[in-house]
């Protein structure tokens, strides 16, 4: 186990040993390049294995790249895409999704980070009308950017909501596997069988060094995406290095491994921090996230010994598949000492 002192991102841990030994020994030969080699053969009968035969995957580099790239293969530049006013789409894609697909993004405020019927009922409007965007696609983060994961039932019903429009439902699933940890059901069972069509699957942030998939669970939608993702820039010339990472990420159960750790260590620092004075955890600790207010003047003083993210009062503190137990009691330690004033 590393020891590091950090609770910044998930994405700032490093490499899994067993990633690392697939990178290095699909280091050994030469072979096909742009995906005709049989790392990618492997990886894609691996996602298979996961989510059924009838889908259709391709790697990309990062997941910024799989939500855009998937959205714009399923849009047309008059559609509007629904999404959370929190979601990385939205906030931290760089305006990535509307200058790719020029559809326009429809933001919905949440209290916890989840879109639900009720909140995008008002915004699938104008259906027929040239004058207004068509509302084409919901796009769900699972777990969401404030660590709060959708129930299997939440997902359906937003998925036969959506349909019933003519919709579709996008997932943002870099952390899903997260997700499916925390609500102890399988990839397939929180994803396809809930009705998503679209997911953006993630691996780096979950003990891979680079790359994720954007997965079609209906053929008829990733029709072209090998052009999109070409003139997307992301069709990897040595993706067996993609590839032969995903192999093992989803063998023996890594992928979930790995997941189970990352929330189990928010769990144990949720279960250290949650008493304390002054201190209000303001989500749901579903996966691998906390959200908490504490007083201001704090949080510069325990930046000096952690690294973390704080917006004005509340601070996100994360943990990833290599945080460490030690790491999390010192860490709930050192904020108690700090909040107290010792
Ligand atoms: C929910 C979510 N989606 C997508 C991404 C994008 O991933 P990348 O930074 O690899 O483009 C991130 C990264 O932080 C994320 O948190």
Redesign the pocket.
Known sequence: MILHNEFG?D?HSGVHPDIMKAIESSNKDYTIAYGGDKYTKRAIKKFKEHFGNNIEVFFVY????A?ILGLKNVTDSYNSILCAETA?LNV?ECCGPENFTGCKLTTIPTLDGKLTIDSIKPFIVGIGDEHMAQPKVVSI?QPT?LGTVYTSKEVKDLADFVHKHEMLLHV?G??ISNAAASLKKKLIEITRDVGVDVL?FGG??NGMMFG?AVVFFNKNLSKNFEYIRKQGMQLASKMRFISCQFEVFLSNDLWLKNAQHANNMAKLLYENIKEITDLKVTQKVDANAIFAIIPKKFISILQKKYYFHGYNSEVRWMCSFNTGEEDVLCFANIIKKTLSGK
């Open positions: 991102s994405n990062n997941g910024t790249a939500n990385h931290h983060t950017e943002d870099a952390r953006s780096t942030k994720e």
